[in-house]
């Protein structure tokens, strides 16, 4: 937050400050991130056969695909200045809040013949809910996100698949 009250203060006709805060971010990378809550989910899943929900299941957390990320910085690069200058978005996706517990449900329907487990024993009740609505209201014709849980999860699947992921891996 001081970051951006800062940045803002450089911001002129020259100099365009926009601020992009992204849901939590899943996806396929090179350096897979498996300590993220819907890659990790799906990763149990696929190497183990089980989800433990260490909660229980009912925070909440914004999630993200990568490439809807990136397509987001890009409608901050392409959008007019008087859109986003100045400004601060929350990016994320449409309804695009969920609980722990609905996000190993779709990991379960991606990942057949798994089960899920709610552990229950974690201290961490942070919860996390984010209104989406600017970036949807201002960047309505510059910002199109592509990506939900389920094709997002599929293609995750299919690079745990490419690099044959597995127990060690995760």
Known sequence: ??????????????????????????????RLRCDIVF?????????LGKIEILSDGTPWRPVIHV??????????LIAPQDLVGGQAFNVGIKNGNFMVSDL??????LVPGCEIFIVGDHTDA???KVSFKKI??????????????????????????????NQDMF
Do not use: M
Not at 39 to 47: E, I, P, Q, V
Not at 141 to 163: A, V
């Open 104 to 109: 190993a449900k779709v990991a379960q329907r």
């Open 67 to 76: 490439n809807d990320v990136c397509d987001a910085f890009l409608s901050g």
């Open 39 to 47: 890659n990790n989910l799906l990763a149990s899943a696929y190497t």
């Open 136 to 165: 949807f209201t201002r960047l309505k014709d510059y910002f199109h996100p592509k990506w939900d849980l389920n094709n997002g999860g599929q293609e995750l699947i299919e690079y745990f698949k490419e690099i044959d992921f």
């Open 1 to 30: 937050w001081e970051a951006e009250i800062e940045l803002r203060k450089l911001s002129d006709d020259n100099f365009i400050v926009s601020c992009f805060r992204p849901s939590t971010v899943f996806g396929s990378s090179p």
């Open 126 to 128: 942070r919860t996390y």
